[in-house]
């Protein structure tokens, strides 16, 4: 199965601040991988797939970068409905792998 | 709106079985594979099992081969997750995903259901 490594596990932000969350694959996985914001309680939500791409509704401050093997969500000026758990999912091939997650703080 | 609605969920003893359902709605459901994401209480997102959009493949995280079967009824846009010989580490909220791409086997979860408490206790 292939790992994937996500750091940090956890951040601590102000509203405004720009931050940077990393992922990396113990193999390549091309741009297969997608990024996801949970809040407590809550489902997961869709935030980038395909390594880069906006999903429909998601606001521009999300972009995601990366192909291969090391990925990066960059969340800029950062909103106080930002602050939640953030992980990413190699969906190249199964199994399917999550990272351990990055829960942002204020 | 694509819509997704588990049930199912209770309280079961460690050896026992349960089945959950996922109603869908807002998509053609014959086209995209369906998925299930479990989270333990207080710990991160795990994938479980995927079946494609025909029904004809399906796959499963190692812990749970041979104890949880995938299927879904196109008569019904319902998937399920049956799970049996459930231990304790299964405890755990179950999500229902959608695929997003349609025809594909792989691809992110677009949509999330909004889960269903499983918990195997004694």
């Known amino acids: 199965a292939i790992q994937v490594t996500q750091s940090p596990s956890s951040l601590s932000a102000s509203v405004g601040d720009r931050v940077t969350i990393t992922c990396r694959t113990s193999q390549g996985v091309t741009t297969d991988l997608s990024w996801y914001q949970q809040k407590p309680g809550k489902a997961p939500k869709l935030l980038i797939y395909?390594?880069?791409s906006l999903h429909s509704g998601v606001p521009t401050r999300f972009s995601g970068s990366g192909s291969a093997t090391e990925f990066t969500l960059t969340i800029s000026n950062l909103q106080a409905e930002d602050f939640a758990t953030y992980y990413c999912l190699q969906d190249y091939n199964y199994p399917y792998t999550f990272g351990q997650g990055t829960k942002l703080e204020i | 709106d694509v819509q997704l609605l588990e049930s199912g969920g209770g309280l079961v003893q460690p050896g026992g079985s349960l089945r959950l359902s996922c109603a869908a709605s807002g998509f053609t459901f014959s086209g995209y594979v369906m998925s299930w994401v479990r989270q333990a209480p207080g710990r991160g997102l795990e994938w479980v099992s995927s079946i494609s959009g025909s029904g004809a493949s399906t796959d499963y995280v190692d812990s749970v081969k041979g104890r949880f079967t995938i299927s879904r009824d196109h008569s019904k846009n319902t998937v399920f997750l049956q799970m049996n010989s459930l231990r304790v580490e299964d405890t755990a909220t179950y999500y229902c995903?959608?695929?997003?791409?349609?025809?594909?086997?792989?691809?992110?979860?677009?949509?999330w259901g909004q889960g269903s408490l499983v918990t195997v206790s004694s």
């Open positions: 995903a959608k695929g997003s791409l349609m025809g594909s086997n792989y691809g992110s979860f677009d949509y």
């Open positions: 395909s390594a880069s």
